[in-house]
Structure formats: C-alpha cells, structure tokens
C-alpha cells in the first residue's frame, strides 16, 4: 500500500529567551502564576531583525533535509503553515523555497493558526498517496511574539517564537501515517483572533478614525481551554477507532503544546499516563504551528519515540480547527 512517512525532521528556536520572571517586570504577572496556570517557564523570541519567519523555516527545513539526506532539488512541493507570515504576498512557502534553492517545488502556505501543521501533513499526505507527489517539504514557522500585546498579560505569556519541520516521502512498506481526523468550526472563530489591516480607500466615506497599524493577537482562553479538552480526547478515540486500535495503543501522544493543564487534562480522560505525552512548552511556550513539529524533531533526535511504535499528533486552534495523524514508525 501506497502510504507517506517522514523521513527526517528540523526545528530552529531564537537564542533569546524570555523568562516569567523578565515578564513580571513588564506586565502584572508572576512566575507562580504562569507556571501553576499553564506551564510555561520561559519562551524563546525572535530578536534579530534577521530572525523571521522565512529564515527560522528555513533552519527547521535545512536540518530536515539533512536528516532525510536529501538535496533540496529532490522536493516536489512545499507547504506552509503559519499564521505569522512575513509578508502577506509573497507567501513563505515560496520564500522558503528561494532561500533553500527547491527549484522543481510547488509551493503555498496554509492557515489553520495551531492546527495549521497537521491540516500541512494531511495536504502532503493526500499528494503522496494520489501518487502527484514523492517528497514534500512541510514546515511550521511562527514569529507570534509580533502580533502580541506586550501590555496583555492575559497573551504575552503564552506565545514563543520558532520552526520546526518534517519532510514526508511516499513508502511501499506498513510504516507512515495510517490516518488523519481534521475539522473545522467557524461559528467559534472569534475565540482567537488577529484582525488584518481595516479597509480604508477612497471610495469608504468614514475612514479617518481606523488604525493603520494591524491590532493585536486577542483570545477567550477559556473557551479554547474548553474546546481543547473536550476536541483531542474524542479525536484520539475516533482515530484509534478506526484504525482498529486503542488509546492503550498509542505510545506517544505529540499534542499541541499550549497549556500543559490542557495536556494533563487530556491523558487523565483517556486514562493514560502522563508520561506518554512529552512536552517542550515549558521552554518554548505556545508556538503554534511550530509547536507539534518542534517537539516530534525533539523526539526523534532523542530517541524519545521509537521504531514499531504507534504515535499521535493532534492539535486545536485558532478557526476554530482541529486535527489529529495516527503514525506508524
Ligand atoms: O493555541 C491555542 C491558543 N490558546 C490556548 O490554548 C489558550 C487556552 N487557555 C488557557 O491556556 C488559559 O485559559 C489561560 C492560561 C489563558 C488563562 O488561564 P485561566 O485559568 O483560564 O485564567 P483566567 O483567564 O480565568 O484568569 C483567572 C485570573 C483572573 O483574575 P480574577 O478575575 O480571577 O481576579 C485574571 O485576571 O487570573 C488573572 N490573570 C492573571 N494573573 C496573573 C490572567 N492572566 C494573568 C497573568 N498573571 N498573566
């Protein structure tokens, strides 16, 4: 059977980091309460007008190429996901594609906020096994700490800035991703949002008191909270499902990493120990899309998962979307 399975992965974090102690000197916060509420103790932020979203993407896709030990010309396409692009035109997947010379690639980003990388894997999986596709570059890259408030310390303790990627190749044997669960809610968009720039021309009567600036990343962290730990356990029951397969299963749950209360939350209503779910948000806080392919490099390079085993990413966002892939190693 015709299936796609990764072959090498790449993350890139700034060498920056802010701490929750450095926080509560900007805003009214203190470590007890960031750590104790979601887990987080530092994050690391892009500082060098150098370190954007391209460039971290492109580290995360250099390291994954390197690990896959294939050259850039090989990748048929490459896909996106971010929120936090550096331009809006041209897309990042194409600046990514300049930076690293994949001439022969096809190129577009995808926006599904923190969902945005597994919604990337299952578009590459669906090329692979149409059999359009070989090899396809994803990436995950996010500079959220420019959309941030630093004022709201009801946001800018949770987000962090970095990359991470995965490059899928088409395998004949059982090992590869063996399914895919996404979806979407517009009707609770508005839980998480970043309003683009207003429409202000010529021809729009009342203009003169709209921002030119773009506003801020704004969010009910409640109701995502809610949404969160009711969405990844019905996903993780559904996926397992069909795939004639149990939680029990399962030996590693790579969920999105946003608050490890919603992480624990999760392994206690599915009945399984925490130390199935590795985590990195303690270091890296909130990176969206970046999130679950920062943590599976993590686990690859440290041998945290291990070949035979089944794994499961899932992740929720901004959308609302969700989405989960059942991987064979
Ligand atoms: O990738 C998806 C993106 N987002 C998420 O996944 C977010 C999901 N939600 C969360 O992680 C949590 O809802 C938060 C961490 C954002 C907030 O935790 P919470 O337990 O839901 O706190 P809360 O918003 O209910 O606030 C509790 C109290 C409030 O004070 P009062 O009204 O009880 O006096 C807040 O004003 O904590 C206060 N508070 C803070 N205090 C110290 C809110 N932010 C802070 C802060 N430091 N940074």
Redesign the pocket.
Known sequence: MLRSNIIGTGSYLPAHTLSNHELSKL????ND??VE??GICSRHIATEETETTVFMGTKAAQNALEMAGLTADKLDLILVATFTPDYIMPNTACQIQAAIHATNAFCFDINA??SGFLYALQTADAYIRSGIYHSILVVGTETISRTIDWQD??TC??FGDGAGAAILSASHTEKGFLGFLSGSDGSGGMA?QLKNRPIKNPCRPTTKDLPDSFPYLS?N??E??QF?VRKIPEMVKSITGQNQLSPEDISHYLL?Q??L??IKSVAKRLSLPEERFPVNLSECG?T?AASIPILLDKCYRNSIIQLGSYILLSG???GLTWGSALLKL
Do not use: E, P, Y
Request: hydrophobic residues 45%.
């Open positions: 805003v009214d916060t203190n309460w960031i509420r979601t906020a923190c310390r009801s303790i949770l998480l969010m962290g409640q995502v909270f969160a999105h946003a608050n209360r919603i909130n969206s929720f966002g901004g």
